[in-house]
């Protein structure tokens, strides 16, 4: 009798230990995906997917947070404070690589596991300067030396013979903070997102090149993760991908372009509807746009490693691309 009371208790202490550790995953599943992003227009799809409800529809909650810069939220991101950071590509490569603004006191293991544009990235100039080579002797801005798209601006100078030595560069933080900086004519270029870059020449200002025109092919914002975290919560990752795309479908659809211009003027409250629908020309634009398929643009990861390898600070050896991607989110995303 007592064999069998033992027998019995250990039975139901089981099932507790089993219904407890139940509970807490599905709690760990039904936690909002922490997203940090840069302010801007290029989070029109995460905001069209919250508003529209698609995050839901995927059985996901998104909690957005702006950073200042870089390297405030690579760092944020590798110690675990964020699930996924809405990133510039290079500073994926740069982090895994040990090259980044800041050393954090966790390991590193990263990955880009979507891709949602080629940066959009636009070199504004202050209005008595008209090219680049106007550039020369003056102060141009960047988020941080060591990444984000410092090194596009590197070779736009070097095209023209003002790098390294033909110009002050300086860090000043994310593109929200280099607007303020510019047209407080603390520094006379740098490299600009939409809509920024709009909202700076409609004051006067100049656009002076693009990298699109310069450099080509690349992949500028991707969706990282630390691998580890993402093994752990793959559902919650794939449902982020779906409800993504459908934010970005929701978008290019044009009978939702008035809709979707009421979305980004709530979210960039600097911007009237004039500007709003400029930038939809822009991000909307069906060739270079918003990537449709949210794939990551592997020659455009090459030419991002192809920059860091010219104009990095430190000479490592980088690896290939898939050393530095997961596409199988996105496979597993698409394939439903």
């Known amino acids: 009798m007592k064999k069998q009371l033992g027998s019995k208790a250990i039975v139901m202490a089981l099932s507790l230990i089993a219904i407890t550790f139940f509970l807490l995953v599905s709690r760990t599943n039904a936690d909002p995906l922490r997203v940090i992003v840069f302010p801007g227009g290029f989070n029109w799809p995460i905001w069209a997917a919250m508003e529209q409800g698609y995050f839901a529809e995927e059985g996901v909650e998104v909690e957005l947070t702006p ?92 095209r023209e013979g003002l790098w390294p030595d033909g110009v002050e560069v300086q860090s000043f933080g994310g593109v929200s903070n280099r607007f303020k900086t510019l047209l407080a004519g603390e520094h006379q270029g740098t490299l600009m997102i939409t809509p920024f870059d709009i909202m700076s020449v409609n004051r006067g200002y100049n656009q002076i090149a693009t990298a699109l025109d310069t450099v080509g092919a690349y992949q500028g914002v991707v969706a990282a993760v630390q691998r580890d975290w993402a093994v752990e919560h793959r559902r919650q990752l794939v449902a982020y991908i779906r409800g993504y795309l459908k934010g970005v479908n929701w978008l290019y659809h044009a009978q939702n372009r008035g809709k979707a211009v009421q979305v980004l003027l709530k979210n960039v409250p600097q911007m009237d509807e004039s500007l709003a629908s400029k930038s939809y020309e822009i991000l909307l634009h069906p060739e270079t746009g918003f990537f449709k398929n949210a794939a990551i643009d592997r020659s455009g990861v090459e030419e991002v490693l192809r920059l860091r390898r010219t104009y990095g600070s430190q000479k490592a050896r980088l690896q290939r691309v898939d050393a530095y991607i997961d596409t199988s989110f996105h496979q597993e995303a698409i394939s439903k």
């Open 67 to 158: 950073t200042k810069g870089s390297a405030f939220q690579m760092q944020a991101l590798i110690e675990g404070r964020f699930d996924i950071a809405m990133t510039a590509m290079d500073n994926v490569i740069a982090y895994q690589e040990g090259q980044g603004a800041v050393k954090p006191d966790k390991p590193v293991n990263l990955a880009a596991i979507m891709g949602a544009d080629n940066g959009f990235l636009s070199l504004i100039s202050a209005c008595e300067i008209d090219s680049i080579a106007g550039l020369k002797g003056q102060k141009v801005a960047v988020d941080a030396m060591t990444t984000g798209y410092a090194f596009v601006l590197f070779e736009m100078l070097a």
